[in-house]
């Protein structure tokens, strides 16, 4: 078998990378944001994809942490999927519904760090 590790921590920096991207394109107000955003949230989408086949044939290398966690991976998915929805509202000019989203997932998400960006997002749309 081929050594899959360093591929691995490829995207595991990758993976970090992008959700910095992410936050600066906020920040920076990089127009269209939520089209950036989006576009960044579908890489990074991507390289999960990459990353839990890597994991399902080389589980040693998931790491350790709770953010690693099987938990965390489906708080991630579930987050992503929302906040894909929220932006496609935002781009349509509905801001309102986009909340909507947004509260939503915080009365489902099990992970307190998503539920600390999506008040973000938030209180960034009212």
């Given at each position: 078998m081929t050594n899959l590790k360093p591929l691995?921590?490829?995207?595991?920096?990758?993976s970090h990378l992008l959700d910095q991207a992410a936050t600066e394109v906020r920040d920076a107000q990089l127009e269209p944001i939520a089209e950036n955003i989006e576009g960044i949230g579908r890489a990074?989408?991507?390289v999960m994809e990459v990353q839990r086949k890597i994991f399902a044939v080389r589980p040693e290398l998931r790491p350790k942490t709770l953010a690693a966690s099987d938990r965390e991976a489906d708080a991630n998915k579930l987050f992503t999927q929302f906040m894909l929805e929220a932006l496609e509202l935002e781009d349509t000019?509905?801001?309102?519904?986009?909340v909507e989203r947004y509260t939503r997932f915080i009365g489902i998400s099990p992970s307190y760090h998503h539920r600390e960006i999506a008040r973000a997002e938030i209180r960034r749309l009212t």
């Open positions: 691995h921590q490829l995207l595991r920096v990758a990074l989408l991507e000019g509905n801001t309102v519904a986009a």
